[in-house]
């Protein structure tokens, strides 16, 4: 029998990390990375930054060069969606099918599949000029109209929002940005940090909406004109960018009837409800890396990197379980923000620093342990909980509130509780 | 096209291309350079291209930033003088030959 080897179904961040980590691990069987984009793996996050802003090649943000694959024996398919799959049995062995009709067979399986935008729903949000930020052919077309364009909408005021936001002002484009909830990046920062991002950005001449619910799209000739909201405003707009969540994609998932639950469940090794099948990055939730409670879903590059080396060890056979202290990072104009840890679930946050000055942290705690740092360009504070998380220790609260204290010589091993 | 040459912990010498502009951590990441992760796509966030700088090429490629000395303290294992983070270094034609070596963890 001609050994199939292992098929990584999401040729991007953490497809990439596995087929990578099991060659580290000294796998030696053939590996098929199959991606429904053109391009090979490239970097995410610059494309609402640095790249949408001009001047980047796509080359430079490939995340590894071709020949680099060939040398390893990475087998990368591009271009190729897979349509639907069946595992022989329980697995792990099976057999997958592109869109093209193309049959696959592999002996192990892994599901990188990613996330789609979520679509804006409104009469008008198919015409022209309305656009999405997801892959490089997004952002090449947003990059393209933007040149053109003088006044833009953002709809929703999230992360991807607010970078496409930033770039666009920085273009001096008229920019606003509309936000259904009473506040920006609310799924993942405290209200001080953004009402923080909501007075940088209007300081900046963006006029930031809250509470705005879009009813309706206007075009003229097939192309979008503007943009109204439920309370009459009505908004110019040639450009629109929607920036209001993912989708994660399940549908390979649910064809194996693996279990789902906003995303691809799996435990702390990657591996789905089906021990044999692995999953990683944005298509899944996991319990959490720190407390291995609950289930969260973490669309960050450090999480799709981190969830692929455990799936690559599962994969070998090795038990290597997520545990990485979660961080991320956003960059809207000068303004670099870090994240550490999860703030999820916190009851108490210290704020430290400069918010008029544009350079402070905020530390969040749960039952007076230090759980997650935001830190706006204060990189030693966002290093020193990032430490701190990392081995387990924490930085008191009443402490870590004077900024003339730098906050690496506040990390004390975390009190024992009762 | 400027060269860098990477030193890896077992002595070998891993001679790439650059092209003028990009970091050297992205001219090792993408070369699949063993040692160097560079996991934040060169944001200066992760510590995780940790690199020594040969002492040929110190003036060349100058000192390390506030954000960067700030993560070299916290975020690696071994600082020395020669510590860079490799996103942090742009590559010029004048660095043509650039050598750095790898630490023994990130």
């Not at chain 1, 000294?26 to 793996?41: K, R």
């Not at chain 1, 009402?195 to 619910?213: L, M």
């Amino acid at each position: 029998m001609t050994e199939c080897g292992t098929l990584i179904i999401g040729a991007s961040q953490a497809g990439l990390q596995i087929a990578v980590s099991l060659r580290e691990a000294g796998d030696t069987a053939p590996i098929t990375l199959v991606g429904e984009e053109a391009h090979a793996p490239y970097q995410r996050p610059p494309l609402s930054k640095a790249y949408l802003l001009g001047g980047t090649d796509l080359e430079k943000l490939w995340l590894r060069t071709p020949e680099f694959l060939a040398q390893r024996d990475i087998s990368l398919v591009t271009g190729e969606r897979i349509e639907s799959l069946a595992l022989d049995g329980a697995g792990p062995s099976g057999t997958a099918y592109t869109v093209g009709g193309r049959r696959l067979g592999f002996d192990r399986l892994a599901l990188t599949v990613g996330a789609r935008p979520r679509r804006l729903e409104a009469p008008g949000a198919d015409l022209d000029g309305v656009t999405y930020l997801r892959t490089a052919d997004d952002a090449a077309l947003l990059r393209d109209l933007q040149s053109g364009a003088e006044s833009v909408v953002v709809i929703g005021g999230g992360f991807i929002g607010l970078e496409a936001a930033a770039v666009a002002r920085a273009q001096g484009k008229r920019v606003t940005v509309v936000e259904a909830a009473d506040r920006l990046i609310g799924r993942a920062v405290a209200p001080v940090v953004s009402e923080f991002y909501r007075a940088a950005h209007a300081r900046r001449g963006v006029e930031i909406r809250t509470d705005a619910r879009v009813t309706w799209l206007a075009g003229h000739n097939g192309h979008v004109q503007a943009v109204e909201l439920s309370d009459g405003t009505w908004i110019p707009a040639d450009l629109v960018i929607v920036g209001i969540g993912v989708v994660p994609r399940t549908k390979l998932a649910r064809q194996l009837g693996l279990e789902c639950d906003g995303g691809i469940v799996v435990d702390r090794c990657a591996r789905t409800s089906n021990r044999h099948v692995v999953a990683a990055g944005d298509c899944t939730v996991q319990p959490h890396p720190l407390t291995g409670a609950g289930r969260v879903r973490i669309e960050s590059v450090q999480n799709a990197v981190s969830q692929a080396k455990a799936a690559a060890a599962s994969l070998a056979g090795l038990r290597e379980p997520n545990d990485a202290v979660p961080w991320f990072w956003s960059d809207q104009y000068e303004l670099k923000l870090q994240i550490a840890g999860l703030s999820i679930g916190h009851d108490h946050h210290v704020v430290r620093g400069d918010l008029g000055g544009e350079s402070f942290s905020v530390l969040y705690y749960r039952q007076d342990r230090l759980i997650a740092v935001d830190a706006v360009n204060a990189p030693g504070d966002y290093m020193a909980v990032r430490k701190a998380l990392t081995q387990g220790a924490t930085i008191a609260a009443a402490a870590a509130a004077d900024p003339s204290v730098p906050l690496r010589e506040l990390i004390v091993p975390q009190a024992v509780s009762a | 096209m400027p060269k860098v040459v990477f030193i890896s912990l077992d002595g070998a010498a891993h001679v790439v291309d650059a092209q003028v502009g990009e970091s050297v951590m992205a001219v090792a990441v993408r070369n699949g350079i063993p040692g160097i992760i560079g996991e934040c796509g060169g944001n200066c966030s992760c510590a995780t291209c940790h690199v020594y700088v040969d002492e040929e090429h110190a003036a060349g490629v100058g000192t390390a930033g506030d954000m960067e000395d700030d993560l070299l303290d916290l975020g690696v294992a071994d600082r020395r003088d020669n510590s860079r983070l490799s996103c942090q270094i742009r590559v010029t034609d004048e660095l043509d030959g650039l050598t750095v070596r790898v630490p023994e963890e990130q």
